[in-house]
């Protein structure tokens, strides 16, 4: 989309919640990825736009206004197995916005569509910041500790769940750990945000 779109003015803008770019690196190198890639080990970006999920997608315009709130989408139907969702549809609706000027939304269906944080998941949050805070210090008993407080209150928030799980050493695709949590969140009826 960067290449198809880049004479409009669109630009696609990454940002990868890793603890380090090292971490980020193998994707972006992998993804071939020709716009800027940017990571916020601290997660501001996440909790200011309401992120409880990766690869989501935020629409904002040339004034910082976000024209369609988070909502998880993906680039091609090269996962569709694991998500249920085909790219056509919102690769579509961004060709027509960026090009056409026909906007996704209404400013009053934005802000309904946005989902404000619960008490307990802005708690979690708060424990999962101080978590990274310790395993920053080496103080890595207590992070987990902390990570395992901040799911166990927010446990469909997988920017957080799937964190804790690299943080502490855990892989987060395929441990045990994961699988268990992708389960949980399957029979929970797959929680989160999505635009109808």
């Known amino acids: 989309m960067q290449e198809e779109l880049a ?8 940002i990868a919640v890793d603890e380090s770019p090292d971490h980020a690196r193998p994707w972006v190198e992998e993804a071939g990825c020709t716009f800027p890639v940017v990571y916020d080990a601290d997660r501001l970006a996440v909790e200011a736009l309401g992120i409880i999920n990766v690869p989501t997608v935020v629409w904002i315009d040339e004034d910082g206004r976000v024209v369609r709130p988070h909502d998880a989408q993906f680039p091609n139907d090269n996962l569709i197995v694991f998500h249920g969702k085909p790219a056509a549809p919102h690769l579509d609706a961004l060709r027509r916005w960026v090009v056409d000027g026909e906007a996704p939304m209404t400013a009053d269906e934005v802000r309904a569509a946005h989902r404000l944080p619960t008490e307990d998941e802005q708690l979690a949050r708060a424990h999962f910041r101080v978590g990274l805070q310790l395993l920053r210090r080496g103080e890595e008993q207590a992070a987990a500790d902390q990570f395992a407080r901040a799911g166990e ?7 957080i769940r799937r964190a804790s799980l690299l943080l502490t050493g855990k892989d987060p ?3 045990e750990e994961f699988l268990a949590m992708f389960q949980a969140w399957q029979d929970a009826g797959r929680p989160g945000y999505a635009l109808r």
């Open 7 to 14: 004479g409009h003015g669109f630009t696609v803008f990454a």
């Open 153 to 159: 209150l927010s446990p469909d928030d997988w920017t």
């Open 173 to 175: 695709f395929f441990s």
